[in-house]
């Protein structure tokens, strides 16, 4: 932060908790342009999962990988991720980066994607050009090529929490709700994926590029990189992210003599916020550390494991019932998604329009409903004319997930701001979470319903001795998740 006594140009930062209140003060408005730009990543990240679905099984299927391997390939990832996401998501609430909290890990994720898509795509032209004896090559080439792929797939479904929180750190609540719905429009519309199919569909190796490069691996490793590259330099640009740090010590004119608020064992709040006076408007800006003040008393505590899992464990029940149908609703989107192909209704302005007549809760309880209806007549009545007519109800179900269940957390977190404004000055913080920590843990659902889907869909076949079974599986948790999204749920009015 500045120290001078004009105006400054950053934004003050709004811990998160700001931090358990989530934010005190509210963000100045973002223009549609500086949100699309946010949005940016989504769309690398789409046209990457893209390639990757295209080229992926040819690969493990050119290195040789045992079928026996495959369910550990797929499995591997989100296993990980849920593992590991609330613990990342964490680590970024108290990262002190001088370019902000979130930006450090969408850029090191954002590597590991590189990384991941450079080994799968090119692993074996490596290994080929480098070994020589041939059972090493083998075993060379399937273990780089697998560990391409998990890393590429852990990251790409890792990239989603940390983007989100950042959406959520510095806009308004009103451009928070918009930039969700750009999000979806890169996502649930699949424009980055439609171009990387159509990518993909090019015979390469009769153009010049193809034959510059070698083999349509490296073309399409060389567009990945390119887009991924250019989408996440955009987002990154996007929006100002002030860091989360003790920076130099403010004027005396703008030192608060009373202090920020210490908690109950003399550890300043994670997130803590100093108000002060500035020509008769309270002004809030982050903790510094004075002369005489000691850094050990003004450093914020890092949260260890064991009070990650305490603050997960003892979340607000609505927090633990969103998971929860978030879970249910990715179990039953991704039963479906394992036997058709990627034909998603473009219906993103639709369902802008209809949440202002039927609300979250009512567009949260159709996009489940209607999946659920539509699976479940497909799976009864097979015909191909009204299954490509059923099929955009997995659109509706697509743009639901990948929006609703965050409107829903920015309402949360908006509805504890103004608590929090309403408690007495220096009332302790007992939250314990930050943005970082509600995202991962939501978007961590995701992860386990790859793992229940992955592990327990191929036995259901095996017992029924017909995929049919998947469909009827999908619509029935769907139909379960109508009930919870309507029971359960806590919606903000």
Not at 38 to 45: E, I, L, N, P, T
Not at 53 to 60: E, Q
Not at 131 to 156: C, E, H, Y
Not at 378 to 395: A, D, E, H, Q, R
């Amino acid at each position: 932060m500045s120290g001078s006594n004009g105006p400054t140009d950053t934004h003050p930062y709004q811990s998160l908790a700001e931090d358990s209140p989530f934010g005190s003060g509210e963000q100045p408005k973002r223009s549609t342009g500086r949100l699309v730009m946010h949005s940016m990543a989504m769309f690398g990240r789409e046209f990457c999962y893209a390639v990757e679905a295209a080229y992926v099984t040819p690969v493990l299927l050119s290195v040789g990988l045992p079928k026996s391997l495959y369910s550990m390939v797929w499995l591997l990832s989100p296993i990980l991720g849920f593992l590991l996401q609330p613990v990342v998501g964490s680590a970024s609430d108290y990262c002190r980066a001088r370019w902000g909290r979130r930006r450090p890990y969408i850029l090191t994720l954002a590597i590991m994607m590189l990384l991941g898509m450079a080994l799968y795509l090119n692993g074996d032209a490596v290994v080929s050009a480098l070994v020589a004896n041939p059972r090493q090559k083998l075993v060379w080439a399937i273990s780089i090529t697998m560990i391409g792929v998990v890393l590429f797939d852990f990251s790409a479904d890792f990239i989603d929490g940390p983007i989100k929180a950042y959406l959520f750190d510095v806009c308004s609540h009103q451009d928070k709700e918009k930039g969700l719905h750009y999000h979806a429009l890169f996502t649930a519309s699949r424009f980055g994926g439609a171009l990387g199919y159509l990518l993909g569909a090019i015979d390469w190796m009769h153009l010049e590029l193809g034959r510059l490069l070698g083999t349509e691996f490296q073309v399409m490793f060389f567009f990945s990189a390119l887009v991924l590259t250019l989408c996440i330099i955009t987002h990154l640009c996007s929006i100002p992210e002030a860091p989360l740090r003790d920076g130099a010590t403010d004027p005396p004119s703008q030192q608060d003599p009373q202090g920020p608020s210490l908690s109950a064992d003399g550890m300043y709040q994670y997130g803590s916020i100093e108000k002060v006076k500035n020509g008769g408007a309270d002004t809030e800006l982050p903790v510094q550390e004075g002369k005489n003040k000691k850094p050990s008393r003004r450093r914020q505590k890092t949260m260890s494991m064991k009070s990650l899992l305490r603050a997960l464990v003892n979340m607000p029940s609505h927090y633990r019932c969103l998971c929860i149908s978030h879970l249910i609703g990715w179990t039953a989107f991704l039963s479906n998604m394992l036997f058709f192909t990627d034909f998603m209704g473009q219906i993103r302005n639709f369902q802008k329009a209809m949440v202002s007549y039927i609300g979250l809760k009512g567009l949260y309880f159709m996009g489940y409903l209607l999946f659920g209806l539509g699976t479940g007549f497909i799976g009864l009545f097979p015909n191909v004319y009204s299954t490509l007519v059923l099929c955009s109800m997995f659109g509706v179900m697509s743009s639901t997930l990948y929006t609703v269940p965050f409107n829903l957390i920015a309402e949360y977190h908006r509805e504890e701001e103004k608590e929090k404004q309403q408690e007495a000055p220096g009332a302790p913080d007992n939250h314990g979470r930050g943005k970082g920590v509600d995202c991962a843990a939501l978007t961590c659902m995701v992860q386990l319903a790859q793992i229940l889907v992955g592990g327990g869909l191929g036995f259901l076949v095996n017992m029924a001795g017909s995929v049919v079974v998947v469909v009827i599986t999908a619509s029935a948790v769907a139909l379960i998740g109508c009930c919870f999204v309507a029971l359960f749920v806590r919606y903000v009015d």
